[in-house]
């Protein structure tokens, strides 16, 4: 009688599982053919700039976005990545999930991927509309806009190099979390706009490669429900050097627009607002 295969066998010879059936997401309300027409609605005269702002070099800013109204976060002047938050505007207790977005989508999300909030909320707070990089996977498995590295923060760079430094992505966003009367215990993982990165393939580390984004790219979102958003223009620029390793990066502004659409369209359309989670188990308690 053949021995049965140990659990180690089996799951070296199991194929990957995705982990959840995404096919069963609740479908993006008024369609995919209203949020493809979204990519070029600021070309086609149907969105309308309202506010714009600059993000200065090793800093950050905030920015509220109603609902149904896009932003941009624009590459002006040279490569730059940026690290994003955003918080339901009514409840900073709900902000961006960054591990079940990963979960949901993958490592990197591009235009389609949805932006979740935390539990016990877990709705789209965004959407991506457009992603003027496109850059998908390289042979090493480098990807764009990732969700599986964190901010870069002073506690960690004085861990590695024994000196205070204020100006990390976690500072900045903390200091513009300040401003919008929140606190460091706001800041959360976020969004790596622009930024280059992957898994090494013999060591399975975090790894970085100079950003690809050129003047004139930007992501595009879509608010699903009124936010605060807050992004900080990393210390490391387009991330070409080791964080605590040394060397001066090239840093540089980022630009941000805030559009509304034109006047009906989303209603007329099916579009409203995403609402939080219906559970109601209480947990079995």
Known sequence: MASRPSRR????????IVCYAVENLPPKKGGDTLYASFRTAVADGRATLVESLQIPARDARSWNVPAGHLWRIVCTTGPQVADMNCWSASNPNERFYSSKTRQIHATHVTTGDRLWSNLPYLRPLATITEDTIAYGF?????????VIGSRCDPYTHHLLTGEDFNRCCHSNLT??????????MDVHDVLNVFMCTGFTRDSNQYFTKPSPVEVGDYIEFLAETDLLVSASTCPQGDVSLACGGGGEPEVYPLGVEVYKLEEGWLKESG?????????????GL
Do not use: I
Not at 175 to 184: S, T
């Open 138 to 146: 390289d042979e090493d498995g480098a990807g764009v806009h990732d």
């Open 271 to 283: 579009w409203s607002p995403s609402e939080v989670s219906q559970y109601g188990g209480n947990h």
């Open 175 to 184: 200091r513009a979390a300040n401003e919008d009367g929140l606190d460091e």
């Open 9 to 16: 066998e089996v799951a070296r010879r199991t194929k990957p």
